[in-house]
């Protein structure tokens, strides 16, 4: 037994009334035998199917003549059965990642086909079929044909080699122990199931602060960005299992480079992209990599962002800097993952990623993906898109969305992504017209959605268990973002905590409200942001409230409250095509959830409904705390129907969630009084 919890790979029995058709269907089984991905299969079949069914696999090489039914895995190419039984020409039509599962009729027999035109299809199309069978959906009739809506799916790990730390990682050390590779440990496996299992296929497995900042205000634990050393050749010939552990799975490896690696690993005087030197080192550099892991995915970099080196070091722009490591990588099909997180001379932060990179569409190099945070600040409970989306039609974008809950309660506080993420996806940019959501663009075999990861030692794998949903509703929404925030909420919960329909409904329910609560308890809604602390101590970091700290961020003054983004303020509404643009720029038509963010109200400026903006402040937070205390108290319902152990751990972070989401209440109302003079109509907020 693992001392850590299988998530939603628990493989419980089945339910009763189907355990005869999924014996029938799935006891026997005629797998193709010819690469890692396949015995991966294999593997899962063994740990599954006895868990599923209470009964041992029979795994054939050659069909089965008199099993009576059975299930088979393989490539038209592997196995005869299987091209005999499906299309041929519809497997081939399907993109990496796609398969089909089928129930046919063969020789008498009645089997269920698993069918891809890659061995990875395969993982993907094992996985959903177990999956059918721990939600308990029938399979005598299947006809299934996924394909994944995006061509790269990748978890960022922020995990920080060697001294184990994940910034901004609520669940424990990084599950990666890097001192001890090559070792491996069995973690590593059951971390890459997981990633599988919901079709997750890159795994970047550093930290992008790769080096110390030489901020003065930075803090100990800055100390540790040393991974920068993942480069030199020793450590990554230490890496090579652990890739192989991945690729099994079908997940490729990245790592976080240093931008001034041919000074840090190479020990040049520069690290200037324009360099010959520098250029030739990088090359040098990509082919030894290539050599140890042919199957390598690439290099992510944050350059000239929060202490980070980068281009402007050598006055080079970012297509500079790009361009030099791609043109490494390129000969080996590796792509450049380069971040736009960038600050710059604005005061308001909002409006530097654009301004910095959209004047470069077009001029990077076919292999540099430029990688955006779904919004224009940071991870911040509620934010707008960010402008970037569908602005760089020449250039491959990936969306960058966080799992972990930097933001959102830090794995103490039960948040959902879930309905974030769909309101983002859902976003009409109107990029190429009306009707350009979000979730239309990254589409190219260069883009797609990477999630910052959430994962760690603890039993838990994210310090809650009911956290493990981000990370598994992640790679779910990146298969297919037209899936319901209902459906998959339901598929989580089901193979979490079984099919009590009582714990399903009471679980999703929990679920589906909790992010509004967060963004009710932190911010009062209305668009606020950014009112967290933010001191020294990395740990404590952006937990506890201090509006105080950086009023640029919320705008809170004597005469009102919010930023002035408009075209006569900072200029971050004119960025979006209009008529999004036209929408946020007036007050009468820009959505309330987003008015402060977009402008400077007076704390009495009548909302729709009459109500004035400091009150629907004070009546938002003291909602968010209610609905909160409603969460804790529908989880209460569970006891007994819910393993103690999940059970009370949940109960004792509710607790701590509800004392929290109080004092951010009472700290911001304090605030909002303190600098508006508006009492609260309701008596709620102290007025001495
Ligand atoms: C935020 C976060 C940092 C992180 C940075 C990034 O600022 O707090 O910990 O390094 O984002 O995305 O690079």
Known sequence: ?????????????????????????????????????????????????????????????????????????????????????????????????????????????????????????????????????????????????????????????????????????????????????????????????????????????????TEKPPRPSASEAFDAFEGWQLLESQRLEAMTGLVSVFRRYGIRTYLSVNFASPMLVGGLDTADPLDDEVREWWRRKADEVYDLIP?????????????????????????????????????????????????????????????????????????????????????????????????????????EFQITGEYTGQGVHATYHLPMWEEVFEFDTHADGAGTPVKSLFRGDGEGVVGVGSVGEDHTWTGHYLMQSNLYAFGRAVWNPDRSVEKITEEWVRQTFGSDEAVVDTVSEILRDSWEACIDYETGGLGLMHMMYNGEALLENHY??????????????????GVDRTSAGSGYAPQYRDPVAERYESVETCPEELLLFFHHLPWEHELSDGTTVAQRLYDNLFAGVEETERLRDLWGTLEGRVDERRYRHVAERFDEQVAQAERWRDTLAAYFYEHSGVPDERGRVPSE
């Open 1 to 209: 037994m693992n001392d850590y919890d299988d998530c939603w790979l628990r493989y419980d029995r089945a339910d009763a009334d189907r355990l005869d058709s999924y014996r029938r269907l799935c006891r026997h089984a005629y797998v193709a035998e010819k690469s890692p991905e396949l015995s991966a299969v294999r593997d899962e079949l063994r740990r599954a199917i006895p868990s599923l069914l209470g009964d041992d696999p029979h795994l054939w090489q050659h069909p089965p003549s008199t099993a009576g039914g059975f299930l088979a895995i393989g490539t038209p190419d592997d196995m005869r059965m299987v091209a005999d039984s499906v299309s041929v020409d519809e497997v081939g039509s399907l993109t990496d990642g796609g398969f089909l599962l089928r129930t046919v009729e063969w020789e008498g027999q009645r089997c269920v086909v698993v069918t891809a035109p890659t061995d990875r299809g395969l993982v993907y199309g094992t996985f959903h079929l177990l999956r059918l069978m721990s939600v308990g959906d029938p399979i005598d009739d299947l006809d299934v044909r996924e394909e994944p809506a995006y061509a790269n799916r990748l978890i960022d790990h922020w995990d920080t080699p060697f001294h184990r730390s994940v910034e901004r990682g609520y669940g424990g050390e990084s599950i990666f122990d890097w001192e001890r590779l090559p070792d491996l440990r069995e973690r590593y496996e059951d971390y890459a199931r997981l990633l599988a299992s919901v079709g997750i296929n890159g795994v970047v497995l550093n930290n992008v602060n």
């Open 544 to 561: 506890d409230p201090s509006p105080g700290e950086w009023p640029g961020y919320h705008g809170v003054t004597e005469d009102g409250v």
């Open 295 to 399: 199957d390598f995915g690439g290099f992510l970099v944050k350059a000239d962002s929060e202490g980070q080196p980068g281009p402007y070091d050598y006055d080079r722009d970012h297509v500079d800097g790009a361009n030099a490591i791609a043109a490494a990588l390129e000969p080996h099909d590796g792509r450049l993952w380069w971040r736009a997180f960038v600050y710059g001379s604005h005061e308001d932060r909002a409006v530097q990623a654009y301004d910095t990179f959209e004047p470069l569409d077009g001029e990077f190099a076919d292999n540099v993906t430029v990688q955006v945070k779904n919004g224009p600040i940071d991870f911040q409970p509620r934010e707008p898109v960010s402008t970037l989306f569908g602005a760089m039609p020449e250039t491959d974008l990936g969306l």
